[in-house]
């Protein structure tokens, strides 16, 4: 199993609202989402001292990048992006493209389930790839998500 995690900013953000300081709220939980998934991207890449610095890479060009895009996305985008995350997650078939878009903010993306597994533990899990386009900007970001005992999906880190 690859050990990548995504944090769809739109579900993640949510629960990380509170480390915001200086910077809106939405950007501070940009930068911190695209600084933790930018080091594990960083952390599949080299060895020894090459990974570290791969790590040291990935942290600050995904805040970077997570800051610009946290700064953009609204409360109301989220719920669009939590909608189709958990249609996708839910009943979508492997590879199709579950779609959403914020009609007032024009912001959109797109959530696209790979086959469920089961764990050695029983728990079922799907990876999958989230885009998010703001301002004609698109990132994405790969991860994977499991169904919890109350019937709900959390992502998951490896």
């Given at each position: 199993m690859r050990k990548t995690m995504i944090v769809g900013i739109a579900a993640m953000a949510l629960l990380l609202g509170a480390c915001a300081d200086r910077t809106g709220p939405k950007q501070g939980v940009g930068t911190v989402l695209g600084a933790g998934?930018?080091?594990?991207?960083?952390?599949?890449?080299?060895?020894?001292t090459g990974r570290l610095v791969a790590v040291g890479a990935g942290t600050l060009l995904g805040a970077l990048l997570g800051g610009e895009t946290g700064k953009?996305?609204?409360?109301?985008?989220?719920?669009?992006?939590?909608r189709a995350s958990h249609q996708a997650l839910e009943t979508a078939p492997s590879g199709r493209v579950v779609q959403w878009r914020n009609p007032d903010s024009g912001h959109s993306g797109s959530v696209?389930?790979?086959?469920?597994?089961?764990?050695?533990?029983g728990q079922?899990?799907?990876e999958?790839?989230?885009t998010v386009t703001i301002d004609g900007r698109q990132q994405s970001a790969f991860g994977t998500a499991c169904r919890?005992?109350?019937?709900s999906w959390k992502v998951v880190n490896g």
């Amino acid at each position: 199993m690859r050990k990548t995690m995504i944090v769809g900013i739109a579900a993640m953000a949510l629960l990380l609202g509170a480390c915001a300081d200086r910077t809106g709220p939405k950007q501070g939980v940009g930068t911190v989402l695209g600084a933790g998934l930018g080091g594990l991207a960083g952390a599949q890449i080299g060895s020894g001292t090459g990974r570290l610095v791969a790590v040291g890479a990935g942290t600050l060009l995904g805040a970077l990048l997570g800051g610009e895009t946290g700064k953009s996305l609204d409360k109301a985008d989220r719920v669009y992006a939590e909608r189709a995350s958990h249609q996708a997650l839910e009943t979508a078939p492997s590879g199709r493209v579950v779609q959403w878009r914020n009609p007032d903010s024009g912001h959109s993306g797109s959530v696209v389930p790979q086959p469920a597994y089961q764990t050695s533990s029983g728990q079922y899990c799907r990876e999958f790839q989230q885009t998010v386009t703001i301002d004609g900007r698109q990132q994405s970001a790969f991860g994977t998500a499991c169904r919890q005992p109350d019937g709900s999906w959390k992502v998951v880190n490896g």
